[in-house]
């Protein structure tokens, strides 16, 4: 738990986006979900995130440029609701 409170020190300290505006990488929108991604390419703590991350199993969110749900790696974060009839496969 000790390396968890480091690096999220180091982000807070160093202005990083996830220490600023965490709520960003919990969001609900596929948009904003693109963005938290992009915003932790070029993190210094990027691999210490994404690692713990995935030891703890996180539930949900972006950790180290990846979105977590239920605890693994998903490409992309699906629109709340049902799809459209006209992105259903035939």
């Known amino acids: 738990m000790a390396a968890i ?8 300290g160093c202005g990083l986006a996830c220490g ?12 904003d979900v693109a ?9 210094p703590v990027r691999a ?9 199993g996180e ?6 440029g990846e979105l977590l749900l239920r605890g693994a790696i998903v490409p992309t974060k699906r629109a709340r ?5 006209s992105q259903i496969a035939a």
């Open 5 to 12: 409170g480091t690096w999220l020190s180091l982000a807070a």
């Open 81 to 85: 609701g049902r799809p459209r009839k």
């Open 59 to 64: 539930p949900w969110g972006v950790w180290g």
């Open 48 to 56: 210490a995130c994404l690692a713990e991350a995935l030891d703890r």
């Open 35 to 43: 963005r938290a991604k992009e915003l932790c390419a070029g993190c």
């Open 20 to 31: 600023t505006d965490p709520d960003l990488f919990f969001a609900e929108s596929p948009q």
